[in-house]
Structures are given as structure tokens and as C-alpha cells.
């Protein structure tokens, strides 16, 4: 007689709990995300084996009690729904490992949330409404992970310098304007992703301590300036400082030697007003600041950049606005959107991010405000496109999405391996669901893996592409796609290698149309395991992103 320990219902439109499942004493995982459930039932409890309970994406809207009866549980998911409160129950669960609490409504946590949680090792509690945490925080002296982001939190408790094991954390986009030092105390600490909030400075003192951090995200701060003592971070190989007020960098910049080496590596300081070193010459890498502010080789740096420039721009303008192209006039020219599900799904995408973050650091060079959502379910994904559409448009320009996943060119799939319709997605930007983005460009990137042969898509058609015959709530949009199969970091990053050059270039001269139709004869030329469509259109005039 066999033994059932793993039982999968995700996506099963459930509104209970079926009894069946109730029965299986030895389960040890009981996955029911994606469903309509809004209680657990109290026989639940009796499943004393399970260890892994996944409720993601239903209608909770609070902490179903029985959960707090199942004492073995190691890996806990209640994402995704409604919650705004944890009651003090949540302290039985005293072998929880694992436990993802993010995209609710939770306002605050109870003072000793985190006293019995002595084994917790991963925690996610980001995109909720949090303006404080207690003290108690610092007792989850086992955390490794820690994503306290799109909160409301304007400090850190002194009790974090207890969290020495910790090796990423990331407190980004909340209201913090001073850098919390107990930050400066995590020796373990491998990643910090701490970019919009309102920082002016960092602490004196910040990398004396923090020999382990290998990535660094600080951009959309107010920093004016940089500590000596960044230089000191032996390993420091990704460093995005975009979008600050940095006039200067410390003299021992250079040895920083890693930044922007390793593959995956992000080194970024666009949108600094940059003194010294000049902007132009941060922008040809470590080496070259190196260099710089050693003061050995300036005059040929300078004039082998001047010499590339002029050599480089050779296109005509015979593409340039002839007042048939759309106004682009407003900064932030619009709002971009990238969505990086890099890695999950059933063909993954194995490897780093760093096909979205040079995205991002380029639609933001370019006047953008670009936001980027990482391993986001099917179900969250049109989660985000739908409050993007509430948002006000009308001062801006355009609208850009870009999805960097699994799927088709109809289809993109979540973190959960489930797949949402790009038709769906882009409807959430269209005449009738967006007014404010009426006769204004919307721009829809696909840069996925397939799931299965692409040679299976040689006689096939985009589902958009019958868009162009479509009413006019589907008008100013463009369509751009590029399939392939396998996930090697090389030819993944073919597409956005050529498209970032083409556009570097190119993006205020030419129309994105004629620049994405080269991209894509590129990318089929260049890759064999590539498949790329021609882009489809409902533009009506020209766009020159100038």
C-alpha cells in the first residue's frame, strides 16, 4: 500500500478543502496555492506530519488558526492574500524555517514576533504596509534571507546587529532616510539591496566590517557622497549607484576590482551629477577609473573616447521627427515595468538577473521610471499590471513592459509555472481599461525560454497579431518577441546585447520599429537555437524614444 506524503492542488479553483486530503495521514506537503479558500478546515491539525503547507494566492484575510496547531511545519506560505495581522499563535511553530508573508496588508507584527523562531532561516515579509519592527526581530538569530521591501519602514531595530548569519537582505523601497547601522555589523552578508529610499550618506565606517558583500544595490537614494571605507570590500562585484548625487568618488575607487567582471555583474553610475571622475569615463568600467583617478593616461583615455564617438555615430536623420511621430516631451517619459521570473517555471532559466538589470539601468538612462518585479506568480503579474493602469498617465508619454521568462510569445509564465495570456496583460493597458494612455505608445517586450521545441512555432502566428484588425481600444501598441530554447547565459543574453546597443545608438534617431526589426534579423542570424517573430504593430506614427 502506497504512501501519499506530497499532495499538489494547485490552480484547482477549490473553495475547501476536499475530505480526501484530510485523510492522508502522512502527508508531509500540501500545496493549495491559486485557489478561492478563505478558512482551513480544523481537521487540518490532524496531519501531523506536515511539514510544507503552500495557501499562496487565495482570499485569507486573516491567519487561519489551525495552521498554528501544526507544529512540524518547517516551510509556511501564505502570500499573496489579505492578511493584516499575525496573532500570537504563530509562536508554535518553533521549527519554522521558511515563511513568506509577503504582498498582504500586514500593518504591524505583535512585540514578540520572532522570539520563537530560533530555526527560521528564510523570511519574507516585503510589500506589506509595515512602519516599524519589534525588537524581538533580532532573536531569528538563524535568518539567512530577509526581504523587508515596498514597506513603509523608516528605521531598523538595534537588535539586527544580532543577525550575523544573515547573508542577503533587501529593505528596498521604503520611507528610510537614514542608513541603519546595524546593517554595518552583518559579516555574512553577501547582498544588500537597499535603492529607493532617501538616503544622503553612509556610515563612516560601513564596509569595515562587511568583508563578505558581493552585491550592492543603492540606486534611487540621495546619496551626495561615498565613504572611504566602500573601497574596502574585497568582493564587491555588482555596485548600482544610478540615480543619486554623487559629485565624487573616493580615491581608492580602483580598488574595487571586481565590479562588473563577474558574469552577471551590474557597475552603474548613470544619473549622477559626477565631478570627479567624469561620468564619461565611469562609464568604460573599473579599470579605466582606476586608471583616472591614479592620474596616469587621462589625455589618451579622453581622446580615444572622443575618437570612438565621432566614429561610432555614423547614421543619418533621415529618420528623425517630421511631425508625424509621437510626442515625447515629458520626463519621466513614462513608466517601464520589468518582470524577471529568471529561473522559475518547467524549463527555468537557469543563471543570474542580469539581462533585467541592464534593462533597467538603460530605460532608466533614457528618463523612464522603470520598476522591476522578480519571481512573480501568473496571478501576480496581472496584479501588477492592473494597479499600474489605475495609476495616473496622463503626464507621461508612453509605457513599457518587458517580461524575462518562460513561455511563448501568447504566453508568460509565473513563478508558479503557471501561465498568464500576454493578450490579457496588455488588455490592461488598452482604450478601455487605461484612458489616460490613449493615442500614447504602449511598448511590450518578450524575452522568453520556451517551454518546448520552437521548431514547432515555424507556422505559427502570435496571438496579437491579429491585434492590428482588432477595435480601436487596441491602437499605439508594439509587440516585440524573441523565443529560444535552452537557458545558457550566452544566448539568453544575445537579444538584449544587440537590442541595448541598437537602441544606445539609435533610440533618438530611428523609429523603434525599423531599430527592433534589425535587432530581431540579428538575433536569428546570430543564434540557432533562437526564434524570432516580426514585431507586431498598431502604431500610428512614428516612435522615436528622443
Same mark, same amino acid.
Given at each position: 500500500?502506497?504512501?501519499?506524503?506530497?499532495?499538489?492542488?494547485?490552480?484547482?479553483?477549490?473553495?475547501?478543502?476536499?475530505?480526501?486530503?484530510?485523510?492522508?495521514?502522512?502527508?508531509?506537503?500540501?500545496?493549495?496555492?491559486?485557489?478561492?479558500?478563505?478558512?482551513?478546515?480544523?481537521?487540518?491539525?490532524?496531519?501531523?506530519?506536515?511539514?510544507?503547507?503552500?495557501?499562496?494566492?487565495?482570499?485569507?484575510?486573516?491567519?487561519?488558526?489551525?495552521?498554528?496547531?501544526?507544529?512540524?511545519?518547517?516551510?509556511?506560505?501564505?502570500?499573496?492574500?489579505?492578511?493584516?495581522?499575525?496573532?500570537?499563535?504563530?509562536?508554535?511553530?518553533?521549527?519554522?524555517?521558511?515563511?513568506?508573508?509577503?504582498?498582504?496588508?500586514?500593518?504591524?507584527?505583535?512585540?514578540?514576533?520572532?522570539?520563537?523562531?530560533?530555526?527560521?532561516?528564510?523570511?519574507?515579509?516585503?510589500?506589506?504596509?509595515?512602519?516599524?519592527?519589534?525588537?524581538?526581530?533580532?532573536?531569528?538569530?538563524? +535568518?539567512? &534571507? $530577509?526581504? %523587508?521591501?515596498? #514597506?513603509?519602514?523608516?528605521? /531598523?531595530? @538595534?537588535? !539586527?546587529? *544580532? =543577525?550575523?548569519?544573515?547573508?542577503?537582505?533587501?529593505?528596498?523601497?521604503?520611507?528610510?532616510?537614514?542608513?541603519?547601522?546595524?546593517?554595518?555589523?552583518?559579516?555574512?552578508?553577501?547582498?544588500?539591496?537597499?535603492?529607493?529610499?532617501?538616503?544622503?550618506?553612509?556610515?563612516?565606517?560601513?564596509?569595515?566590517?562587511?568583508?563578505?558583500?558581493?552585491?550592492?544595490?543603492?540606486?534611487?537614494?540621495?546619496?551626495?557622497?561615498?565613504?572611504?571605507?566602500?573601497?574596502?570590500?574585497?568582493? +564587491?562585484? &555588482? $555596485?548600482? %549607484?544610478?540615480? #543619486?548625487?554623487?559629485?565624487? /568618488?573616493? @580615491?581608492? !575607487?580602483? *580598488? =574595487?576590482?571586481?565590479?562588473?567582471?563577474?558574469?552577471?555583474?551590474?557597475?552603474?553610475?548613470?544619473?549622477?551629477?559626477?565631478?570627479?571622475?567624469?561620468?564619461?569615463?565611469?562609464?568604460?568600467?573599473?579599470?579605466?577609473?582606476?586608471?583616472?583617478?591614479?592620474?596616469?593616461?587621462?589625455?589618451?583615455?579622453?581622446?580615444?573616447?572622443?575618437?570612438?564617438?565621432?566614429?561610432?555615430?555614423?547614421?543619418?536623420?533621415?529618420?528623425?521627427?517630421?511631425?508625424?511621430?509621437?510626442?515625447?516631451?515629458?520626463?519621466?517619459?513614462?513608466?517601464?515595468?520589468?518582470?524577471?521570473?529568471?529561473?522559475?517555471?518547467?524549463?527555468?532559466?537557469?543563471?543570474?538577473?542580469?539581462?533585467?538589470?541592464?534593462?533597467?539601468?538603460?530605460?532608466?538612462?533614457?528618463?523612464?521610471?522603470?520598476?522591476?518585479?522578480?519571481?512573480?506568480?501568473?496571478?501576480?503579474?496581472?496584479?501588477?499590471?492592473?494597479?499600474?493602469?489605475?495609476?495616473?498617465?496622463?503626464?507621461?508619454?508612453?509605457?513599457?513592459?518587458?517580461?524575462?521568462?518562460?513561455?511563448?510569445?501568447?504566453?508568460?509564465?509565473?513563478?508558479?509555472?503557471?501561465?498568464?495570456?500576454?493578450?490579457?496583460?496588455?488588455?490592461?493597458?488598452?482604450?478601455?481599461?487605461?484612458?489616460?494612455?490613449?493615442?500614447?505608445?504602449?511598448?511590450?517586450?518578450?524575452?522568453?525560454?520556451?517551454?518546448?521545441?520552437?521548431?514547432?512555432?515555424?507556422?505559427?502566428?502570435?496571438?496579437?497579431?491579429?491585434?492590428?484588425?482588432?477595435?480601436?481600444?487596441?491602437?499605439?501598441?508594439?509587440?516585440?518577441?524573441?523565443?529560444?530554447?535552452?537557458?545558457?547565459?550566452?544566448?539568453?543574453?544575445?537579444?538584449?546585447?544587440?537590442?541595448?546597443?541598437?537602441?544606445?545608438?539609435?533610440?533618438?534617431?530611428?523609429?523603434?520599429?525599423?531599430?527592433?526589426?534589425?535587432?530581431?534579423?540579428?538575433?536569428?542570424?546570430?543564434?540557432?537555437?533562437?526564434?524570432?517573430?516580426?514585431?507586431?504593430?498598431?502604431?500610428?506614427?512614428?516612435?522615436?524614444?528622443?
Amino acid at each position: 500500500m502506497s504512501v501519499t506524503s506530497h499532495h499538489d492542488l494547485r490552480g484547482a479553483d477549490l473553495t475547501s478543502v476536499p475530505d480526501g486530503v484530510l485523510k492522508l495521514k502522512h502527508l508531509t506537503k500540501l500545496d493549495l496555492r491559486v485557489n478561492r479558500l478563505n478558512a482551513l478546515p480544523f481537521k487540518l491539525s490532524k496531519l501531523s506530519h506536515l511539514q510544507t503547507l503552500l495557501i499562496r494566492c487565495n482570499e485569507f484575510h486573516e491567519l487561519p488558526s489551525v495552521v498554528c496547531k501544526l507544529k512540524n511545519l518547517i516551510h509556511f506560505d501564505i502570500s499573496t492574500n489579505h492578511i493584516e495581522f499575525i496573532h500570537d499563535g504563530m509562536a508554535n511553530l518553533v521549527n519554522l524555517q521558511n515563511l513568506d508573508l509577503s504582498f498582504n496588508i500586514i500593518r504591524e507584527l505583535t512585540t514578540t514576533f520572532g522570539r520563537s523562531f530560533k530555526k527560521m532561516t528564510r523570511l519574507d515579509i516585503s510589500h506589506n504596509k509595515l512602519s516599524s519592527l519589534p525588537e524581538s526581530f533580532g532573536e531569528m538569530t538563524s +535568518l539567512e &534571507s $530577509l526581504k %523587508l521591501g515596498s #514597506n513603509r519602514l523608516t528605521k /531598523l531595530p @538595534a537588535s !539586527f546587529a *544580532k =543577525l550575523l548569519q544573515l547573508k542577503s537582505l533587501e529593505i528596498d523601497e521604503n520611507g528610510m532616510r537614514d542608513f541603519p547601522e546595524s546593517i554595518c555589523q552583518m559579516m555574512s552578508l553577501k547582498e544588500l539591496r537597499a535603492n529607493n529610499n532617501s538616503f544622503q550618506r553612509l556610515p563612516d565606517h560601513f564596509g569595515n566590517k562587511l568583508h563578505m558583500l558581493e552585491i550592492l544595490i543603492l540606486h534611487n537614494n540621495g546619496l551626495r557622497g561615498l565613504p572611504d571605507s566602500l573601497c574596502q570590500l574585497p568582493i +564587491l562585484s &555588482s $555596485l548600482d %549607484l544610478s540615480n #543619486n548625487e554623487i559629485l565624487n /568618488l573616493p @580615491a581608492n !575607487f580602483g *580598488k =574595487l576590482s571586481r565590479l562588473g567582471k563577474e558574469d552577471g555583474s551590474v557597475f552603474s553610475l548613470l544619473n549622477n551629477p559626477l565631478d570627479e571622475p567624469p561620468l564619461e569615463i565611469c562609464a568604460r568600467g573599473i579599470d579605466v577609473i582606476r586608471e583616472y583617478l591614479s592620474g596616469q593616461g587621462f589625455f589618451t583615455i579622453r581622446k580615444k573616447m572622443t575618437e570612438k564617438k565621432r566614429s561610432d555615430l555614423t547614421v543619418t536623420l533621415d529618420d528623425v521627427d517630421d511631425g508625424t511621430s509621437y510626442t515625447m516631451n515629458h520626463r519621466p517619459r513614462g513608466v517601464a515595468v520589468i518582470v524577471d521570473n529568471i529561473g522559475v517555471g518547467a524549463n527555468s532559466m537557469t543563471g543570474d538577473n542580469s539581462d533585467a538589470d541592464k534593462l533597467r539601468i538603460f530605460l532608466t538612462k533614457i528618463g523612464f521610471s522603470v520598476r522591476v518585479y522578480r519571481d512573480k506568480t501568473s496571478d501576480e503579474i496581472l496584479q501588477v499590471m492592473e494597479v499600474i493602469a489605475l495609476e495616473d498617465h496622463s503626464n507621461f508619454d508612453c509605457f513599457l513592459a518587458c517580461f524575462v521568462a518562460n513561455g511563448s510569445p501568447d504566453l508568460i509564465f509565473g513563478e508558479d509555472s503557471l501561465p498568464v495570456s500576454l493578450v490579457d496583460v496588455a488588455k490592461c493597458v488598452n482604450a478601455r481599461h487605461c484612458p489616460a494612455l490613449i493615442g500614447k505608445p504602449k511598448i511590450f517586450l518578450t524575452h522568453a525560454c520556451a517551454e518546448y521545441d520552437i521548431t514547432e512555432m515555424a507556422n505559427t502566428k502570435p496571438e496579437v497579431s491579429a491585434l492590428p484588425k482588432s477595435p480601436p481600444v487596441w491602437e499605439d501598441f508594439l509587440f516585440c518577441f524573441n523565443i529560444f530554447q535552452g537557458a545558457g547565459a550566452e544566448e539568453r543574453s544575445v537579444f538584449i546585447s544587440k537590442l541595448l546597443s541598437s537602441l544606445e545608438l539609435l533610440h533618438s534617431l530611428k523609429d523603434l520599429r525599423s531599430i527592433m526589426y534589425n535587432v530581431m534579423d540579428g538575433v536569428a542570424s546570430d543564434v540557432e537555437t533562437a526564434f524570432v517573430f516580426s514585431p507586431v504593430s498598431t502604431l500610428k506614427k512614428k516612435l522615436i524614444l528622443s
